[in-house]
């Protein structure tokens, strides 16, 4: 087992705690807030909670995580399909089951199940000649892509729709897809932009895009609307300097000046208590523990190994760069959790099975599995 990572995959975790804590505190009685003390305390439990499934899931053979893959990818589908009916409103949009005392959002564990599942049809449907498969197995997982992405999309939860699409094709493109379909699809995509703008997004997914626009363009925008988030973050980031405010000491955040800053905005707190030495040395270990994730899979006897590690790793890094990119005003306010440390139950769980699907294709990684059949 490889407890330097996992080790530091805890340490990650735990600075998520200690930061939750800083924003329960209360400067003026010294001590925590009664109306936020369970924010850590509830975060030290799940990420509890998620060592362990971490580590049990990290001894499953690659075998019994490919054979789980279909009832796993099935199982979503359902949960995704009763959201749409049964659905929890919060914040404007039904993500969430209520099953007794259990909040669910099922389009957390989507993204592990549809990367497993399309590991899983890559495996099944690689041609034994060592050649590349041909378009319609690429057809294929695209499909099985799209529509866990299209009921996420539909709820309304563009952030992990994005999410899907994107692990979903980097498992795409290192099965093999030919490089003219890739730079065919960029192209598309590209080409849709202004329709997907004008037809697809929600009037406020329009407005922060727009705001988006605006402040990398440099005009002027509503600094009590859409961007009244961005700019105190900006703020906040300002203010820790190059080594920070120190820890329980910054303004911004115990004084709650950044909306939503114990989830979306959390690395807001981090920057003014630590600086920018804080907050790039976080950016460092995560870029850290994703190269040796790519190079787990890049070592790895199995075309299921190989492709869930990089679906894995991708939906990971994938809310890492989105979230950093958002904090910084780069990429649009989308509702991205900085994976271990925003609060969050499914979310932390969801990141914890990921890295133990990693764990598991590192100490199995010589596992050799059938290469026939659909799934």
């Known amino acids: 087992m490889p407890w330097s990572i996992i080790l530091l995959i805890v340490a990650v975790g735990l600075t998520g705690v200690a930061m939750l804590f800083s924003v329960g505190w209360d400067p003026v009685a010294q001590a925590p807030s009664p109306d936020e003390a369970d924010l850590w305390r509830d975060q030290i439990t799940r990420l509890g909670v998620g060592f362990v499934l971490m580590i049990t899931l990290a001894m499953l053979p690659l075998g019994v995580w490919s054979k789980l ?10 949960l995704l399909v009763l959201v749409d009916f049964f659905g929890v409103m919060g914040g404007g949009a039904a993500r969430w089951l209520k099953v007794g005392p259990i909040i669910l959002q099922p389009s957390e564990p989507a993204k592990l199940a549809v990367t497993m599942a399309l590991a899983s049809y890559y495996q099944r ?9 041909p378009l319609v197995v690429h057809l294929g997982a695209i499909l099985i892509l799209l529509i866990p992405a299209g009921l996420v999309f539909k709820q309304p939860n563009l952030s992990t729709a994005l999410a899907l699409a994107a692990s979903g ?3 795409i493109f290192f099965a093999g897809i030919a490089m003219r379909y890739v730079l065919g699809a960029i192209v598309a995509g590209l080409a849709a932009v ?7 997004l929600e009037p406020y997914q329009r407005e922060r895009v727009d705001t988006l626009i605006a402040g990398i363009t440099g005009k002027a925008t509503n600094g009590l609307g859409e961007s009244y988030q961005i700019e105190q973050a900006k703020i906040a980031i300002g203010a820790g300097g190059l080594s920070g405010r120190g820890y329980l000491q910054g303004i911004q955040s115990q004084q709650e000046y950044v909306p939503e800053q114990q989830t979306d905005f959390i690395l807001t707190v981090i920057a003014e208590e630590f600086g920018f030495i804080g907050a790039v040395g976080l950016l460092l270990v995560f870029a850290f523990l994703f190269v040796w994730s790519f190079r787990v ?21 994938f809310f890492a760069i989105f979230n950093s990119g ?12 900085l994976p271990l440390i925003s609060y969050g139950g499914t979310a932390l769980i969801t990141v914890m099975c990921c890295f133990g699907l990693i764990l598991s294709a590192h100490l199995h990684q010589d596992e050799k599995l059938s290469a026939r059949g659909l799934f």
Do not use: C, D, E, H
């Not at 449907?125 to 498969?133: A, I, K, R, V």
């Open 169 to 171: 094709f980097m498992i």
């Open 69 to 78: 893959a279909l009832p796993a990818y099935a199982g979503v589908l359902v």
């Open 297 to 317: 899979a890049a070592r790895n006897k199995s075309w299921f190994g190989r492709l869930a590690t990089v679906g894995a790793t991708s939906t990971i890094a």
């Open 125 to 133: 449907m690689m041609p034994t000649n060592g050649q590349s498969p």
């Open 194 to 200: 202004p329709a997907i703008y004008t037809f697809v």
């Open 326 to 337: 958002m904090v910084l005003g780069l990429l649009p306010v989308l509702g991205m959790p």
